[in-house]
């Protein structure tokens, strides 16, 4: 079965510093990834995806995620962060069209003023 | 944007009371599911529903949770006899093409068993 690891559950950084989330997932099939992001209060949101093509995926908002085969692993990253990132990010993984998408435990991204 | 929506937004409840979730799913998307949340955990998978028959579901969802689709929009988590761990945010989802494309979650609903 289908796996997620965020080894990371608090991440603080400063306003305007880069950030990486980490994110590793276990499978033995080919599988779609995907970044959700949860503000305080609110529902999870879609972030970004990685379903095929290339390895590099965008958001609106300046994150991009690349996936990594090779090292089973799919980080979250930002050249700059704000303070409205402020927000918990969870990684997640299914297998197929058919299939749950299984959710790591989460990072608590902690802006700095 | 077309929302998923839930309410009640938050439900207070006593143990062994019964309790429905509501969800209203984006109206093209076939593919629900209900997902909660412990305070401080992760996002767990309870069950997930197509084409009005339960598609799969985790351990977590046993003979006292129930979902339905008694309509064309709504769909529902019933839980029988509720306990105190029950106690989560129950948040709802809709997919048009299911794992691929990703979810579209609602705000979820805090439920509390006191």
């Known amino acids: 079965a289908q796996s997620v690891t965020q080894l990371d559950s608090q991440v603080p950084v400063f306003e305007e510093a880069p950030v990486e989330l980490r994110c590793n997932y276990s499978?033995?099939?080919?599988?779609?990834l995907f970044w959700y992001v949860q503000y305080p209060n609110q529902g999870l949101q879609l972030l970004l995806k990685y379903l095929s093509g290339s390895t590099l995926v965008k958001s609106i908002n300046g994150f991009e995620a690349e996936f990594n085969k090779s090292q089973t692993s799919f980080h979250l990253r930002k050249p700059s962060v704000h303070i409205s990132d402020t927000a918990e990010y969870f990684c997640?993984?299914?297998?197929?069209?058919?299939?749950?998408?299984?959710f790591g435990k989460g990072t608590r991204l902690h802006i700095l003023p | 944007e077309p929302e998923v929506t839930q309410t009640p937004s938050h439900q207070v409840t006593q143990m062994g009371q019964e309790v429905i979730l509501r969800c209203v799913p984006i109206s093209n998307h076939l593919y629900f599911y209900w997902y909660r949340q412990i305070l401080g955990q992760k996002v767990e998978f309870l069950v997930s529903?197509?084409?009005?028959?339960?598609?799969?579901k985790s351990e977590i969802f046993d003979d006292q949770f129930s979902v339905e689709r008694p309509d064309g929009s709504n769909f529902t988590l019933k839980i029988r006899s509720t306990k105190l761990e029950d106690s989560a945010m129950y948040f709802c989802?809709?997919?048009?093409?299911?794992?691929?494309?990703?979810?579209?979650f609602g705000s979820g609903t805090r439920l509390t068993v006191v």
């Open positions: 997640a993984v299914s297998l197929n069209r058919d299939d749950k998408i299984i």
């Open positions: 529903f197509y084409n009005n028959e339960i598609s799969e």
């Open positions: 499978s033995s099939v080919s599988v779609y």
């Open positions: 989802a809709s997919s048009e093409t299911g794992g691929t494309s990703g979810y579209t």
